[in-house]
């Protein structure tokens, strides 16, 4: 084996890495930044750069030559188009900094003349014909209408890094500034990946076919990590959450993904390569090679976790790691039902018990039971006499209840009672003896703790959950505020996942209470302009523009109590409006209750749509 051949190799590794790569990237920002107009147009770019790779990795495989030049016609169709990606791509950077449109009849001019240029390409000899085979690979030989093209193709790619250079001028933010950096000097990448460059200039003969792939190897390297970084600056415009989740999950998708696609592409490769020279069988050693590097890759990065949350977070690594570990600590439905089924267990073991039950004290009822060997109904635990049970727990005595022994949890002050514990008859007698007395009571203070724990970061969640929409608006306007010096005013938090709870809070309190008065959709500007009609009293304009979008809902012609067309209607405007019982406005529109509530949840989901179209109306028309 030669060098020249090991360099092919090589470079067919890198060819089909950067596909891998193109192709990982356009599903990211599909998935994370579908919403994105540059994310969009990149993706367009990407999509160019895998059909002209996925066609130079398919003429080396001992293709006639007829199939070979017609597969390298059907490679045009992504360097065709790519021209008109990137002006598309540059009009969604200058809307975004620089809130500047390109005359609308430029979009269509260029896709139909790149779609005749691609056709051209693919049916006559205009803009390439039949290649020749040079330097140990296949090209097309130039037409009369490949110069111009190629004119074209450089003179919009050079145009689209100006204008870029422009944006990142106009940006006002040291970050944005910053990825624009990466963005300019990532911004020729797809050029450089489509265009080709034997065609134009062919490859001197005074130079190495080692030379020529080398210079391919380099290329391809350079072309990879250059997506990946246009990638990286793109995933940040437009996203709605914090910049360090972002970059730390493009970056563990850019070394999970694209990165371990390339290391096992060289993987298969390098043992193609061994198999001939040890004589084994073939696929047998690069196969195993090809898992092993997957295997290695995972678990390398992982290990390396903390050097990349160093790498990735600097000055806010304390805050991130506290976060993480906090994260992981807490204790969710789940673990506590583990890990009182295992305290329950170990109660049963100690008392000789052949069952139990263990039940959580939630507003003056037992509300949550753990099991161990038996069912226990929730209307057999309301009949628990709490009192009683309490009174006799203060005078250190066991109640014994329709054949079971119950213990009280109680808080770490011992004046709470957190919950009871049921052993079903113990085969111990009392009273107990110490050392079993004495890992009994240790039990029930580790209960005790869960319960108390549990309970106080229920607490913390509710104190937290009111800032949730406030923080997603922050991201929202910190999204725009980092590439313009535009100051966002009124967004709007329609947009936001919790508007339908909002709608279903202000309609609860819609005659009075904290859920209308404290509500997020007072700060929509439909409720500011109704509020001028209230002497600015926002409460009374939310009040009128629930009203008014529930009169939306009404369909025409008479009211109808029990048809499907008004039964929405009816539910708003009877339930909330007028303010009736659940099981009378049930019983008028001849639903059942769990039907009721169903049906509430879609007409309100269809409310907080309604009040989204009104509101961007209303920004529409200021």
Not at 53 to 77: E, I
Not at 409 to 419: A, Y
Request: proline share 5%.
């Amino acid at each position: 084996m030669d060098w020249q051949h090991l360099l092919i190799r090589v470079n067919d590794v890198l060819t089909a890495g950067v596909a891998a790569t193109a192709f990982a990237l356009m599903l990211y920002l599909f998935f994370y930044n579908r919403g994105s107009r540059v994310a969009s147009a990149f993706s367009g770019l990407l999509a160019c750069v895998l059909a002209v790779y996925v066609v130079d990795l398919l003429p080396p495989n001992g293709l006639d030559p007829d199939r070979a030049w017609l597969l390298l016609r059907l490679q045009w169709v992504g360097i065709a188009f790519t021209p008109p990606f990137y002006l598309e791509f540059v009009r969604s950077i200058r809307l975004l900094v620089m809130k500047d449109r390109f005359p609308g009849w430029l979009r269509p001019v260029f896709f139909l003349l790149s779609g005749l240029v691609a056709s051209l390409a693919l049916w006559t000899d205009l803009v390439v014909y039949d290649g020749v085979a040079s330097v140990g690979a296949l090209h097309l030989q130039p037409g009369p209408l490949f110069y111009p093209f190629a004119l074209v193709f450089s003179g919009v790619a050079l145009w689209g890094l100006h204008e870029t250079l422009n944006a990142r001028q106009r940006c006002y933010t040291r970050a944005a500034r910053r990825r624009m950096t990466y963005l300019l000097i990532s911004f020729m990448a797809p050029a450089l990946g489509v265009f080709p460059y034997l065609l134009l200039i062919g490859w001197p003969a005074r130079f190495s076919e080692t030379l020529f792939w080398s210079v391919l190897i380099v290329g391809n390297v350079g072309v990879a990590t250059m997506l990946a970084l246009m990638a990286y600056s793109i995933a940040f415009i437009g996203a709605l959450t914090p910049d360090r989740a972002i970059k730390y999950r493009m970056v563990r998708f850019l070394l999970r993904g694209p990165l371990t696609a390339i290391v096992a592409l060289g993987a298969f490769g390098l043992g193609l390569t061994l198999e001939p020279l040890l004589g084994v069988r073939q696929y047998s050693l690069s196969l195993m090679a090809l898992a092993a590097s997957v295997i290695a890759m995972q678990l390398g990065i992982e290990l390396a976790k903390p050097l990349i949350d160093l790498a990735l977070y600097r000055e806010g690594r304390a805050e991130v790691a506290r976060l993480q570990e906090l994260s992981q600590r807490l204790l969710t439905a789940a673990d506590l039902q583990q890990f009182l089924e295992n305290v329950l267990a170990a109660l049963c073991e100690i008392m000789r018990s052949d069952g139990g039950f263990l039940a959580m004290l939630d507003h003056s009822a037992l509300r949550w039971d753990i099991r161990c060997n038996l069912y226990v109904t929730q209307e057999e635990l309301a009949h628990i006499p709490l009192e009683e049970v309490a009174q006799a727990q203060q005078q250190g005595r066991v109640i014994f209840w329709d054949g079971y022994w119950v213990f009280v949890i109680r808080d770490k002050s011992g004046s709470e009672m957190l919950g009871l514990v049921g052993l079903r008859s113990p085969e111990v007698t009392l009273p107990l003896a110490a050392e079993r007395e004495a890992l009994m009571d240790e039990l029930l203070v580790q209960a005790s703790a869960a319960l108390e724990d549990r309970r106080l970061q229920q607490v913390v969640f509710g104190a937290f959950s009111p800032l949730f929409s406030e923080l997603t608006d922050i991201q929202r306007r910190g999204s725009i505020l980092r590439y313009t010096g535009e100051v966002v005013t009124g967004f709007p938090l329609t947009k936001s996942p919790e508007s339908p709870q909002w709608v279903h809070d202000a309609l609860a309190h819609y005659w009075g209470g904290p859920r209308l008065t404290e509500n997020p959709l007072l700060d929509l500007e439909i409720v500011k302009r109704a509020a001028a009609d209230y002497d600015g009293n926002t409460v009374k304009g939310l009040r009128a523009v629930l009203a008014d979008a529930i009169e939306h809902l009404r369909p025409d012609g008479e009211r109808k109590l029990t048809a499907p067309e008004w039964l929405l209607y009816n539910i708003l405007e009877m339930k909330f409006l007028r303010g009736h019982k659940v099981r009378e406005v049930a019983m008028r529109l001849a639903v059942s209750e769990s039907d009721l509530y169903r049906k509430q949840r879609i007409a309100i989901e269809n409310l907080a749509e309604i009040i989204a179209l009104m509101e961007e109306e209303a920004y529409n028309n200021p």
